[in-house]
């Protein structure tokens, strides 16, 4: 009994992410250029003063920006239909505390 309750969470878990699977693609890439393809594309430019606002671009951003990942990953585990406004609107409201949590 126990087993056939265990397959119908996997079941279920594998069916909402495939459900959402390309808009949980879409936020994951949003999030990686934020995070990495910004700072990376700021380095290559070979400037001091630019490598120096990359690195800090990257340390402000990483942890600003995983609340919005991990409001996503909320949204779908629930069971429910996410939009990218959601991703944006779990920077907006949990951003500081992505930083406290960096600190």
Partial sequence: MMIKDSFSVLWLTLND???ELYSLIIVNMAWFFV?????????SLNNIVVSTAALALF???????IPGIYTVGNIV???KTFHFSDFLEGIKKYWWRGL???L
């Fill in 100 to 102: 406290l949590w960096f």
């Fill in 77 to 79: 585990a629930h069971g």
């Fill in 59 to 65: 340390v402000l951003l990483f942890p600003a920006t």
């Fill in 17 to 19: 992410t495939w459900e």
């Fill in 35 to 43: 995070v990495v393809g910004l700072p990376v594309l700021l380095l």
